[in-house]
């Protein structure tokens, strides 16, 4: 077989997680499949793309999970707890419905690992750094816009999908799990972009969705494809029906890139499913779809049989590399051989469970239906689209990955290059409205910004004894940026208006402006600057300590609260403001 650039996404927590004592989801079964996959040695042959631990910038943050998922429940995920998991969810009335999905210890996290394979399979894809991109522990097809539901609490594949059509025309996605993928098809039921078809168990089974009438809506009417399939279909009669429908597919709607979700519930002796499909036949279906040559990328799903679930998803990473001809079925020794007994053998065997497809010719008239309905579709809808930047941010604005940069360094210096940009256009700003401010203002010397922030801008100054007079909360300043230096001598304009390029001079209510800056001249020797920080925002300054120039206090104590106080400005009107 010809080869292809495997890409394959593991991070070594995924297997840490537990929904709970007698939950039939284990996480542990993808650290099973990689145990096996690297006992393999099938690791050194891909891209192997593994989250250092600590390194937590590699995972999604919440925002990008609200490219499908509501505000509402990615925030809820983000804080729930299993303390807190009751109340938060009204009693269980929303979010988390039912029994199915529990508020684990660590849920956010273990959602972020899923995802975060997932999208980096799809940037894999579009990058062309890989033909055939891997993530075991994705594949939660159930996962709704705004709560959980089959075991399944972020759709890593909606995520994925979303990804990938920013650089691709049309999406296939193939779903080959026992339960119908209702989570991914509601997601794209209007739209022509994305053609999903799912190969499941409907009638009396969850989700209970996913009729071959079922097709889609509006602009995406026909693609929604659904073949409901009954109990025990066989290796055979599944290749009979899977293959002319992908194929039909595969050359009608000419797809940019193909998903497909792996779900091992459909294998035989599956504890939730219902098919008596062997591992051979569930990898023909990936062997099929890698001889396309198509961009194709690989994700895991249901499975609750750990052993069969971990043999099959190995299995199927050897069919990616094109190696599954080749590979010893005699287990080799591992960390978890026992798990494999009483045979040690890298298979699935099908069971003697009755097939009930063969009922009135059940298999051939749903074929038959399916293969009808697809005539009804447009060839290969377009859809309008610009350039894409071949370059990523990292190389437009000369930054390239070296073996010993880690990519949280990378995000530092990609970050600091764009402040740096952000803030030279900032400055250009205001040097050009300068001109508009009047001519005693126009004498002050101009702002120097340095550091970066959307929430606070800084005013310095140094007094002799080097401490600070903090007019914001100890929170703004810990997410101080953007300082002014070289400070102007008239601190009546608000700095957001300044930052802002207005130039309008900002008074409170509680100033009030008092002699002239000659008078103050007069009145007083030369103080030092001092360093006064302003929260961006504020509706009014709360001073801390403040001091005449040669150090003496001016507010000492809680009975002058009620007093105001007077301060002296740099080289400009002294400013009386009211403590609190």
């Not at 219902?274 to 990898?283: L, W």
């Not at 700095?495 to 008078?519: D, E, W």
């Given at each position: 077989m010809s080869k292809r650039r495997v890409a394959y996404y593991y991070d070594p927590d995924i297997g840490s997680y537990s929904y709970g004592l007698g939950h039939p989801?284990?996480?542990?079964?993808?650290?099973?499949?990689?145990?096996?996959?690297?006992?393999?040695?099938?690791?050194?042959?891909?891209?192997v793309i593994v989250r250092i631990p600590i390194l937590a910038s590699r995972l999604p943050n919440p925002l990008q999970m609200t490219r499908f998922h509501s505000d509402e429940y990615v925030d809820f995920l983000h804080r729930v707890t299993p303390e807190t998991a009751q109340d938060?969810?009204?009693?269980?009335?929303?979010?988390?419905?039912?029994?199915?999905?529990?508020?684990?210890?660590?849920?956010?996290?273990?959602?972020?690992?899923?995802?975060?394979?997932s999208l980096a399979a799809a940037d894999r894809i579009n990058s062309g750094m890989a033909d055939i991109a891997i993530n075991w522990a994705g594949g939660l097809h159930h996962a709704k816009k705004g709560e959980a539901s089959g075991f399944c609490y972020v759709n890593d594949i909606v995520l994925g999908i979303l990804e990938l059509l920013r650089f691709h025309t049309r999406v296939l996605y193939?779903?080959?799990?026992?339960?119908?993928?209702?989570?991914?098809?509601?997601?794209?039921?209007?739209?022509?972009?994305?053609?999903?078809?799912?190969?499941?168990k409907q009638k009396d089974y969850f989700p209970g969705t996913g009729k071959v009438e079922d097709r889609g809506l509006g602009k995406g009417f026909g693609y929604s494809v659904n073949v409901p399939l009954l109990n025990g279909v066989t290796d055979d009669e599944y290749k009979s029906v899977f293959e002319p429908v992908i194929q039909y597919l595969l050359g009608w709607y000419q797809p940019d890139v193909v998903v497909l979700q792996c779900g091992a519930d459909s294998l035989s002796g599956d504890?939730?499913?219902?098919?008596?499909?062997?591992?051979?036949?569930?990898?023909?279906?990936?062997?099929?779809?890698?001889?396309?040559?198509?961009?194709?990328?690989?994700?895991?799903?249901?499975?609750?049989?750990?052993?069969?679930?971990?043999?099959?998803?190995?299995?199927?990473?050897?069919?990616?590399?094109?190696?599954?001809?080749?590979?010893?079925?005699?287990?080799?020794?591992?960390?978890?051989?026992?798990?494999?007994?009483?045979?040690?053998?890298?298979?699935?065997?099908?069971?003697?469970?009755?097939?009930?497809?063969?009922?009135?010719?059940?298999l051939e008239i749903t074929k038959q239906t399916v293969l009808e309905a697809l005539r009804d579709l447009p060839f290969a809808p377009s859809v309008g689209s610009h350039a894409v930047p071949r370059n990523t941010v990292a190389q437009?604005?000369?930054?390239?990955?070296?073996?010993?940069?880690?990519?949280?360094?990378?995000?530092?210096?990609?970050?600091?290059?764009?402040?740096?940009?952000?803030?030279?256009?900032?400055?250009?700003?205001?040097?050009?409205?300068?001109?508009?401010?009047?001519?005693?203002?126009?004498e002050e010397p101009p702002y120097t910004l340095a550091g970066s922030s959307r929430?606070?801008?800084?005013?310095?100054?140094?007094?002799?004894?080097?401490?600070?007079?903090?007019?914001?909360?100890?929170?703004?300043?810990?997410?101080?940026?953007?300082?002014?230096?070289?400070?102007?001598?008239?601190?009546?304009?608000?700095?957001?208006?300044?930052?802002?390029?207005?130039?309008?001079?900002?008074?409170?209510?509680?100033q009030q402006y008092h002699g002239t800056r000659a008078a103050v001249a007069a009145t007083r020797a030369p103080s030092p600057p001092k360093r006064l920080f302003f929260s961006h925002g504020a509706s009014a300054p709360v001073i801390r300590r403040p001091r005449l120039w040669d150090g003496t206090p001016i507010y000492d104590g809680p009975a002058n609260r009620s007093h105001p106080f007077r301060m002296s400005g740099v080289d400009g009107p002294d400013i009386v403001m009211a403590a609190g």
């Amino acid at each position: 077989m010809s080869k292809r650039r495997v890409a394959y996404y593991y991070d070594p927590d995924i297997g840490s997680y537990s929904y709970g004592l007698g939950h039939p989801m284990k996480p542990f079964r993808m650290r099973l499949t990689h145990n096996l996959v690297s006992a393999y040695d099938m690791l050194p042959k891909m891209d192997v793309i593994v989250r250092i631990p600590i390194l937590a910038s590699r995972l999604p943050n919440p925002l990008q999970m609200t490219r499908f998922h509501s505000d509402e429940y990615v925030d809820f995920l983000h804080r729930v707890t299993p303390e807190t998991a009751q109340d938060m969810s009204g009693g269980g009335s929303r979010f988390l419905t039912g029994e199915d999905n529990p508020a684990f210890e660590g849920l956010f996290e273990f959602c972020s690992i899923s995802a975060g394979g997932s999208l980096a399979a799809a940037d894999r894809i579009n990058s062309g750094m890989a033909d055939i991109a891997i993530n075991w522990a994705g594949g939660l097809h159930h996962a709704k816009k705004g709560e959980a539901s089959g075991f399944c609490y972020v759709n890593d594949i909606v995520l994925g999908i979303l990804e990938l059509l920013r650089f691709h025309t049309r999406v296939l996605y193939i779903d080959i799990d026992c339960h119908h993928g209702d989570g991914v098809e509601e997601a794209f039921y209007t739209t022509d972009r994305v053609l999903t078809c799912s190969f499941h168990k409907q009638k009396d089974y969850f989700p209970g969705t996913g009729k071959v009438e079922d097709r889609g809506l509006g602009k995406g009417f026909g693609y929604s494809v659904n073949v409901p399939l009954l109990n025990g279909v066989t290796d055979d009669e599944y290749k009979s029906v899977f293959e002319p429908v992908i194929q039909y597919l595969l050359g009608w709607y000419q797809p940019d890139v193909v998903v497909l979700q792996c779900g091992a519930d459909s294998l035989s002796g599956d504890k939730l499913g219902c098919f008596n499909i062997s591992m051979n036949g569930h990898a023909d279906c990936v062997r099929f779809l890698r001889a396309t040559n198509i961009p194709l990328v690989l994700l895991g799903g249901g499975g609750y049989t750990t052993r069969n679930v971990s043999s099959v998803w190995t299995y199927e990473t050897a069919c990616a590399l094109g190696i599954d001809r080749d590979i010893d079925l005699n287990l080799p020794y591992n960390e978890y051989l026992e798990w494999y007994g009483p045979r040690y053998r890298l298979e699935v065997q099908p069971s003697n469970m009755t097939d009930d497809n063969n009922h009135r010719n059940y298999l051939e008239i749903t074929k038959q239906t399916v293969l009808e309905a697809l005539r009804d579709l447009p060839f290969a809808p377009s859809v309008g689209s610009h350039a894409v930047p071949r370059n990523t941010v990292a190389q437009e604005i000369g930054l390239t990955r070296d073996n010993d940069l880690e990519e949280d360094e990378l995000d530092v210096q990609i970050r600091r290059r764009v402040h740096e940009a952000l803030r030279s256009r900032e400055a250009a700003s205001y040097e050009e409205d300068e001109g508009e401010v009047d001519s005693s203002e126009s004498e002050e010397p101009p702002y120097t910004l340095a550091g970066s922030s959307r929430n606070m801008y800084q005013t310095t100054y140094q007094d002799e004894s080097d401490e600070d007079v903090d007019i914001s909360s100890d929170d703004d300043q810990e997410q101080s940026g953007f300082q002014h230096t070289n400070a102007p001598p008239n601190l009546s304009r608000r700095p957001s208006a300044i930052h802002r390029g207005r130039g309008r001079p900002f008074q409170h209510p509680q100033q009030q402006y008092h002699g002239t800056r000659a008078a103050v001249a007069a009145t007083r020797a030369p103080s030092p600057p001092k360093r006064l920080f302003f929260s961006h925002g504020a509706s009014a300054p709360v001073i801390r300590r403040p001091r005449l120039w040669d150090g003496t206090p001016i507010y000492d104590g809680p009975a002058n609260r009620s007093h105001p106080f007077r301060m002296s400005g740099v080289d400009g009107p002294d400013i009386v403001m009211a403590a609190g």
